[in-house]
């Protein structure tokens, strides 16, 4: 039995958004074994490189004592294990866990007795005991909470957020006993200014998770839906959330596209449970299906304004500015662009696509379409501003009028310029 902190040998897997900054931060304080299946991610992270551009050169410098390894043989010298993959959704947004499972395989078979197994990815309640765990007993021949331990700790790592970094963010903390419990809680606690809030079980923790996400989601439906009533009332949304924002209980939430590992993805996770144990969720799911459409909303708005300029819609010359799913961060997954994207290539317009964060040929992959690296004036008949990159305040607006031709709609989703300046906003 691991009895204290000092016996802990620990590893992080999977060295993405979020195992990275966790790897790195434990670093500073102990020796950290950071294993990743994909070699060549090893091989950057070796050398100081973070494709995500999540991590400057400095933060490698400061935790020295941690050792970047794709080689699963590694990681037997370790005895506590945290799990940080990803947890997608299907083409028919129900929980994909193959990675999740795949994982717990590979430590199943590198199993020690009194090991500790803390994941941190995002799941449904009840899927470390009832999913995860059964596969570490098939491949390790050990017994939970006899020959070896589980824990869950959910991630809250907010990308490209400068402010809200992994130290000053609380932590939920969670083990399959109270011992563990209280272990896990100390180790976190070496890293995590903001305090540990413990929890009676796992599953709390699981449903903590995906309910701050969940919530989020429907709160951010709420005024999409409300932008898109507003707009046709001719109203503007903006001075309207801020005439309503002086009541000291008014919750301030702006509309925009919706996406992210997180806010897009866990109330599938909620509502898949909840079928399961023989609820039809109603809420969740129809505050998933408003941020959902509001890709094509906003793909059939900005058509109609060009109508109404009279712009011919079928091999215009479109801009999109921003394919990241938030301001400021390199981080394109479930972006609510690629939606606004798809709608706009069913009217064959030519579309160009312009983000200083993202890397062009990760674009080319996804969308078949080269993200541009520099921008030409007079060329662009409409241009949608979707994302609120610091980057674009910079360009101006004045300078994205020199990209539009004499006839031209800006769609700006993020209201980033003053409204008078710009033909449509949310």
Known sequence: MIKNTKDIQLSVIGLGYVGLPLALEFAKKRNVIAYD????????????????????????????????????DDLKSANFYIITVPTPIDKLNKPDLKILLKCSETIGKILKKNDIIVYESTVYPGCIEEDCVPILEKYSGLKF????FCGYSPERINPGDKKYTISNIKKIVSGSTSKITKLIEKLYNEIITAGTHKVSSIKVAEAAKVI???????????????????????????EVLAAAGTKWNFIPFKPGLVGGHCIGVDPYYLAHKAKKVGYNPKVILSGRKVNYNMGKYVAL???????????????????????????????????????????????????????????PLEMKKQYGIFSKSKLKNNCYHAVIIAVAHDKFKKIGINSIYKLCKKKYVIFDLKNLFKSKKVNLSL
């Not at 909470?145 to 070896?148: L, S």
């Not at 701050?212 to 903006?238: G, P, Y």
């Open 212 to 238: 701050e996400n969940a919530q989020r989601d429907l709160n951010i439906a709420f005024v999409n839906e409300l932008s898109v009533i507003f707009n046709k009332m001719k109203i503007n949304t903006k």
């Open 37 to 72: 299946i994909n070699k060549n991610r090893i091989e950057e992270l070796k050398v100081d490189k973070d494709k995500n551009l999540e991590t400057e050169k400095k933060k490698f410098k400061d935790s020295k004592l941690i050792k970047f390894t794709n080689i699963i």
């Open 145 to 148: 909470n006899k020959d070896f």
């Open 301 to 359: 708005t900005l058509v109609e304004e060009m109508k109404k300029n009279k712009i011919k819609i079928k091999d215009s010359n479109i801009l999109i500015m921003g394919l990241t799913f938030k301001e400021n961060c390199s981080d394109t997954r479930n972006s609510g662009v690629e939606r606004v994207i798809s709608e706009l290539k069913k009217l064959k317009c030519n579309l160009d696509l312009y983000d200083p964060w993202v890397d």
